[in-house]
């Protein structure tokens, strides 16, 4: 094949690798060929990706508080952090969908400690002083600094130690 100026080639090489990431997306030890709209999805993605990592410097993912009560007495004794992402275009982002991809972007650790931060600075002062639980991506296990971050965001913010829990996510 006769490449003329090099944009051929650039497109070719493209949609190599377009296919190639689908087909390890699919199933390893199996192949994929190139087919139109590949690029278009590949596209999407990356303007999805770029406006989390947006949302996240700009700290725009808010956490909401699920309610933890006592079957007992049915009283509210803390909240479960739960992301959530008001996109300007696209309204509130579901979070089975921003963070698979946070996780495969390697965003998932500033997400993370992002929403803790603004987590306990609005919790820091709530009456009957409830527990935090936070879910922790296994990702982020072996931060070996991750104590440290944690340590001071609670710092930061004034939040005790004592009422943060820490929960493995699945």
């Known amino acids: 094949m006769a490449i003329?100026?090099?944009?051929?080639?650039?497109?070719?090489?493209?949609?190599?690798?377009i296919a190639l990431?689908?087909?390890?997306?699919?199933?390893?030890?199996?192949?994929?060929?190139f087919k139109s709209g590949m690029d278009e999805r590949a596209h999407e993605?990356?303007?999805?990706?770029?406006?989390?990592?947006?949302?996240?410097?700009?700290?725009?993912?808010e956490p909401w508080f699920q309610p933890i009560a006592v079957l007992e007495d049915g009283k509210t004794r803390g909240y479960e952090i739960l992301a959530r992402w008001p996109h300007a275009e696209r309204g509130v982002v579901s979070p089975d969908q921003f963070i698979p991809l946070a996780e495969a972007a390697g965003l998932i650790g500033d997400l993370t400690l992002n929403v803790l931060?603004?987590?306990?600075?609005?919790?820091?002062?709530?009456?009957?002083?409830?527990?935090?639980?936070l879910?922790?991506?296994?990702?982020?296990?072996?931060?070996?600094?991750?104590?440290k971050r944690l340590l001071k965001i609670l710092t930061e913010t004034g939040f005790p130690p004592a009422r943060l829990g820490i929960e493995v996510t699945e």
Not at 45 to 61: G, K
Not at 137 to 145: I, R, S, V
């Open 4 to 17: 003329g100026d090099g944009r051929e080639a650039e497109t070719l090489l493209k949609r190599a690798d």
């Open 21 to 33: 990431r689908r087909a390890k997306e699919s199933c390893r030890g199996w192949f994929c060929f």
């Open 45 to 61: 993605r990356a303007v999805f990706e770029h406006d989390l990592w947006l949302a996240i410097r700009n700290d725009e993912i």
């Open 117 to 133: 931060r603004r987590a306990c600075r609005e919790a820091a002062g709530w009456e009957g002083a409830p527990h935090l639980s």
């Open 135 to 147: 879910n922790v991506p296994p990702a982020l296990l072996p931060d070996g600094d991750l104590a």
